[in-house]
């Protein structure tokens, strides 16, 4: 009965560390590629802005902190169900805390957006660069997965990601949702170095994680 019982705990250990492995695995980039030409045939589906969003997560040996970037405009190219093309565009001079309140609140969203003086370039400086977008390049289906992939541009860098993407559609209200788990990015590859332990010495537990976590969440309607 005790070999069994530590068989099992062994193996629970080993499906938790698999598990964890996975959900830290960053996603991997390369570079810009072309996007794909949509068929006259294709749906065009319009993101209703108020309604859809990218999460996001930051983290350091302290804590993290999350919250959205809101999407100024959107839409989203169909053929068969499948989305085939088709670009979003994120507001960064709006980009949200949720996991702070106050004063705490407005001057964490005021350093990410670059807004607090001397500190502009240290993430996003959303003055210079005040929107970023991605551009859808390709879907397929994995062993029963749909795969999306896209040109991520942040501060004028732009990247080519791959990641799972459930999609599902609403023919009564003629909507469509995309949504996805973590995508987990090196924030790094897009220039933003603040605080790296990659660019920076001797920073201790003083550093900000090279991993940026977002995940999308888009609702879209049937362009008439």
């Given at each position: 009965?005790?070999?069994?019982?530590?068989?099992?705990?062994?193996?629970?250990?080993?499906?938790?560390?698999?598990?964890?492995?996975?959900?830290?695995?960053?996603?991997?980039?390369?570079?810009?590629?072309?996007?794909?030409?949509?068929?006259?045939?294709?749906?065009?589906?319009?993101?209703?802005?108020?309604?859809?969003?990218?999460?996001?997560?930051?983290?350091?040996?302290?804590?993290?902190?999350?919250?959205?970037?809101?999407?100024?405009?959107?839409?989203?190219?169909?053929?068969?169900?499948?989305?085939?093309g088709g670009?979003?565009?994120?507001?960064m001079t709006?980009?949200?805390?949720?996991?702070?309140?106050?004063?705490?609140?407005?001057?964490?969203?005021?350093?990410?957006?670059?807004?607090?003086?001397?500190?502009?370039?240290?993430?996003?400086?959303?003055?210079?660069?005040?929107?970023?977008?991605?551009?859808?390049?390709?879907?397929?289906?994995?062993?029963?997965?749909?795969?999306?992939?896209?040109?991520?541009?942040?501060?004028?860098?732009?990247?080519?990601?791959?990641?799972?993407?459930?999609?599902?559609?609403?023919?009564?209200?003629?909507?469509?949702?995309?949504?996805?788990?973590?995508?987990?990015?090196?924030?790094?590859?897009?220039?933003?170095?603040?605080?790296?332990?990659?660019?920076?010495?001797?920073?201790?537990?003083?550093?900000?994680?090279?991993?940026?976590?977002?995940?999308?969440?888009?609702?879209?309607?049937?362009?008439?």
């Amino acid at each position: 009965m005790k070999k069994r019982v530590i068989n099992s705990m062994l193996v629970l250990s080993l499906i938790v560390t698999a598990l964890s492995c996975k959900s830290d695995k960053k996603t991997e980039t390369s570079d810009a590629k072309d996007a794909k030409e949509t068929t006259e045939m294709a749906d065009t589906y319009n993101v209703n802005v108020e309604q859809s969003k990218i999460n996001w997560v930051g983290s350091k040996p302290a804590g993290q902190h999350n919250g959205i970037v809101p999407l100024s405009e959107g839409s989203l190219m169909v053929s068969d169900d499948q989305v085939i093309g088709g670009e979003v565009t994120l507001d960064m001079t709006s980009i949200e805390v949720q996991d702070l309140e106050g004063e705490d609140k407005k001057d964490l969203e005021n350093h990410l957006m670059g807004y607090s003086n001397g500190k502009e370039d240290h993430f996003f400086n959303a003055t210079k660069y005040p929107e970023a977008k991605f551009e859808i390049t390709g879907f397929e289906t994995v062993e029963d997965q749909a795969m999306l992939s896209g040109n991520l541009t942040l501060k004028e860098i732009t990247k080519n990601i791959t990641f799972p993407v459930n999609v599902s559609m609403n023919d009564a209200d003629e909507s469509l949702l995309l949504t996805s788990e973590e995508i987990i990015l090196d924030r790094t590859e897009w220039g933003i170095k603040f605080m790296s332990k990659s660019f920076v010495e001797n920073l201790g537990d003083n550093f900000v994680s090279d991993q940026m976590k977002i995940s999308f969440d888009l609702k879209t309607f049937k362009a008439e």
